[in-house]
T-cell receptor
């Protein structure tokens, strides 16, 4: 069993739709949860960061963490073609030098 | 600031050859990392460093070596390249905060 599971997709939705991306994990020691966005042939860039359980909102993006279910989600509202990318969830046990464990990424396409 | 830079962008190696992937950051970050990303997969940590002179293994260190003689540079050495090392390699750095900044990657093919 992988430590972090993420549906690889691909996922294709029309512009303006609400997108839901999810990851499950098995290690209950994970405390820090991140979502990275990776455009084709580029390095990942941090999109959202949360600590422990709860919600965090940043513009059109909302990250949710449910530690009791070992489940995290990223919601994108009013999706735009520029949101087309691969979205990777990542988690770590500690702060400082974080040894991130990544999901395999979900490839998302927003159709105009 | 250039951020995290990596060279080369692309490289083709023959089995058994060696090479060094270069990584430099100009943000004065103390933590640096090397990841590999196989097609359709997430990133796996190879090695990381918490400061000059200090390195440690990640999840997939076999076949690789690193050194950290300065804050800015964190080269990754491949000895005796194998086809299983065909991948995209990303270097990242971070400060005390948890955000890791990634470089543009090096695409390596071993034939």
């Amino acid at each position: 069993q992988k430590e972090v599971e993420q549906d690889p997709g691909p996922l294709s939705v029309p512009e303006g739709a609400i997108v839901s991306l999810n990851c499950t994990y098995s290690n209950s020691a994970f405390q820090y949860f991140m979502w990275y966005r990776q455009y084709s042939r580029k390095g990942p860039e941090l999109l959202m960061y949360t600590y422990s359980s709860g919600n965090k909102e940043d513009g059109r993006f909302t990250a949710q963490v449910d530690k009791s279910s070992k489940y995290i989600s990223l919601f994108i509202r009013d999706s735009q073609p520029s949101d087309s990318a691969t979205y990777l969830c990542a988690m770590s046990v500690q702060q400082g030098a974080q040894k991130l464990v990544f999901g395999q990424g979900t490839r998302l396409t927003i159709n105009p | 600031n250039a951020g995290v830079t990596q060279t080369p962008k692309f490289r083709i190696l023959k089995i058994g050859q060696s090479m060094t992937l270069q990584c430099t950051q100009d943000m004065n970050h103390n933590y640096m990392y090397w990841y590999r990303q196989d097609p359709g997969m997430g990133l796996k940590l190879i090695y990381y460093s918490v400061g000059a002179g200090i390195t440690d293994k990640g999840e997939v260190p076999n076949g690789y070596n690193v050194s950290r003689s300065t804050t800015e540079d964190f080269p990754l050495r491949l000895e005796l390249a194998a086809p299983s090392q065909t991948s995209v390699y990303f270097c990242a750095s971070s400060y005390i905060s948890n955000e890791q900044f990634f470089g543009p990657g090096t695409r390596l093919t071993v034939l």
